[in-house]
């Protein structure tokens, strides 16, 4: 039996710009891609002043490259799944690692 659990980026919810608010789906797929490109840089562009301060780059970076060896090798995601919290919009992509489910919450 899997679990799916959200995977945190150090706070389980990256904060975004409101001005980015409105294509949240995209810009978790943006935020994934950096990720897997090492871009950790091009991922914070989506975080918000909070977010940026408390996340830097090489703490985002080694929690990223941290996720194998806690989770085992990514098998697959799933689709992008749009959503609300609240007054926000939210956008969740599903990881599947070899030892469990995580989430990449936006």
């Not at 002043?49 to 194998?68: F, H, I, K, N």
Request: proline share 6%; net charge negative; hydrophobic share 45%.
């Amino acid at each position: 039996h899997m679990t799916i659990r959200t995977l945190a980026l150090g706070a389980l919810l990256l904060a975004t710009t409101p001005a980015l608010a409105g294509d949240c789906p995209a810009r978790a797929e943006a935020i994934l891609l950096a990720l897997d490109e090492g871009r950790y840089d091009d991922a914070r562009e989506h975080f918000d002043a909070r977010m940026s301060t408390a996340l830097p780059a090489d703490q985002l970076g080694q929690v990223w490259t941290s996720l194998p060896a806690q989770v085992g090798a990514r098998k697959s995601r799933g689709e992008v799944i749009a959503g609300t919290q609240g007054d926000n919009p939210t956008a969740t992509i599903p990881l599947e690692f070899e030892r469990m489910w995580l989430s990449l919450f936006i």
